[in-house]
Structures are given as C-alpha cells and as structure tokens.
C-alpha cells in the first residue's frame, strides 16, 4: 500500500420525494490512487423496515453489494453499516442504497476512508 494522501469523506442526505429506490454514490477513486473505507452507512431516520444495501460501483457501472440488512417492523431496522476495511480501486465508488422509502423519509449515506497513492514512495 502506497502513502496517505488524504481523506475519503461522504456525507449526504435525502428526503425521499416518493416511493422510488434511492441509491446514494460516493465520489470516483481517482486515477493511481485506491480508496480504503473504514465505516460506511446508510440509513433511514424516518422509517423502519426498509430493504439496506452497501457496497461498490465498479469502474464499469456495476453494483457489486457488500453488506445488506432487511428490517422488519419487529426488529425496528432503521440501517445498515459496514466497519471495517473495504477496499475501492481507481475508477470504484461506495454506494449506498434505500430501497422503496415511504414519501418524506430521511435518508442518509455516510463513509469515512483513506486515500492512498498506489505509487511506490508515496507520490501524490
């Protein structure tokens, strides 16, 4: 593993304007660099027993999941949450997935990661 560059950092957040699936992205990994995640999340503050999905966007456009969490109104699910090490490639994004929320839910998707240099000595 090459040197820290810097921080990977998401924050977003969504009121849900109908019943359609939102589907949260992080920002690309740039070219020479990867990306390690440490905790992603996603979440729905306003309504349990949702369908959760984390995981990664290749470079191609496809959804590989990682980790997914099915609520139920017994278990009061509000999330789903990975900490740990994933690692993203360059070109690879996190993304983060709600599926059908009720009207005016908030949603939120979080991911704190390094970016690294995939260079040998650590050059940005």
Known sequence: MGKLVGNYRVN?????????TI?????????GKIAIMTYMDVTDYTTNAKKFILG????SGNDQYAQT?????QNQHFGCT??????????????GIVESPTASDVCYFTVHGGLYSMEEGGAA
């Open 69 to 73: 969490e099915q609520g139920t109104a």
């Open 82 to 95: 990975i900490e740990g090490q994933l690692i993203l490639l360059p070109g690879e994004r996190p993304i």
């Open 23 to 31: 589907t949260f992205t992080g920002y690309e990994v740039p070219r």
């Open 12 to 20: 977003q957040k969504l009121t849900a304007p109908g019943t359609d």
């Open 56 to 59: 990664i966007r290749d470079a």
